[in-house]
């Protein structure tokens, strides 16, 4: 089957859907241990954790192909990385690989709807996602990311995204690796409602500087594991956002708890925003800032997707009403 090509599809759609948690759902809904190192990257190797994650995987899969909207699948690789890896004792195996054909055989069922699954491979910061003190320079994460965005790009992934940045440093170079593989790619902050990264730099300087640095530029920017609310309030800072910010940011994926970083890091217990609320919320972004990638991240499941697609349906884009 040939597949639309994601710079394509995100051009001519008038929405994309996003899936929800998966690891979050994994960690609070199964008994299943997640991996210190790489998380729950090694679950396609065991025939239950597989299982649990294909149930989840299907969920959001259902909902795209009931509701006609294309949809965007990460590949659980969010920490498969060669150290991490190593330390989980999987060395010997093609984790990042064997991930994407995971998804890959998943979407093939789903005839032609699945022309309009798009596939990224997922990465992120190598250290702390909300500990910008953590972050590697950009020549370090140059270094650092290209091994897993090469082992993505050849394993026939339709995008790359790096997602859940704290720092524009690590940011940097990690988009110099994916620029490197040949395929399109996304680059996705937590933002503050300041209009900052966590770091503290201006999303305005954060957008400007990765597309001076990186050839080519990213697709497009995302914000992820920010609720709505803060997301309108950073996008719109007077000081700290832009136009730019405006026309390169393509949409979010979204929390269900209006809290800091700290906040949640900090959480015992689940926030979690009503799903109807969620999805009415979340959907206004498209009228309202015009934003096109539109899903979920922490305390999100298949309820809050679901609301969501059906909101997205009867929402019309920036400009439309």
């Not at 909207?69 to 990042?96: K, M, Q």
């Not at 994460?141 to 790096?162: C, N, S, Y």
């Not at 206004?284 to 979920?296: A, H, N, Q």
Request: overall charge negative.
């Amino acid at each position: 089957m040939k597949r639309i090509p994601f710079p394509e599809l995100l051009t001519s759609s008038q929405c994309i859907l996003g899936e929800g948690a998966v690891i979050e759902r994994l960690r609070r809904g199964t008994d299943f241990e997640l991996d210190a190192h790489i998380v729950n990257s090694a679950f396609i190797y065991d025939e239950a954790k597989r299982a649990a994650l294909e149930l989840i995987c299907r969920q959001y899969l259902d909902i795209g192909h009931q509701r006609g909207l294309p949809l965007i699948l990460s590949t659980p690789t969010w920490r498969a990385s060669r150290e991490r890896i190593a330390a989980a004792g999987h060395d010997g195996l093609d984790v990042n690989g064997d991930n994407f054909r995971f998804l890959d055989g998943l979407r093939s069922g789903y005839g032609d709807y699945a022309e309009k699954v798009a596939i990224c491979g997922l990465l992120s910061c190598r250290g702390d996602s909300y500990n910008p003190a953590e972050a590697l320079d950009p020549n370090g994460a140059h270094e650092f990311h290209t091994w897993q965005a090469t082992m993505l790009a050849e394993a026939g992934v339709d995008f790359l995204l790096a997602a859940t940045l704290p720092a524009l440093s690590e940011a940097t170079g990690l988009a110099r690796a994916l620029a490197k593989t040949g395929k399109p790619y996304i680059v996705s902050f937590v933002a503050r409602p300041e209009g900052t990264m966590l770091d503290g730099t201006p999303l305005r300087d954060a957008v400007a500087s990765i597309d001076a640095a990186a050839s080519p530029r990213p697709v497009a920017y995302l914000v992820n594991c920010t609720h709505a609310s803060i997301f309108r309030t950073a996008l719109l800072h007077e000081a700290n956002s832009s136009p730019l910010v405006r026309e390169r940011v393509a949409g979010l994926l979204a929390n269900t708890a209006a809290l800091s970083p700290e906040e949640l890091d900090n959480s015992v217990a689940l926030v979690e925003q009503e799903p109807e609320e969620f999805g009415r919320d979340v959907a206004s972004l498209r009228r309202e800032l015009g934003m096109k990638i539109l899903g979920g991240c922490c305390g999100t499941d298949d309820r809050h997707i679901r609301c969501l697609a059906e909101h997205l349906r009867q929402t019309p884009a920036a400009g439309q009403d």
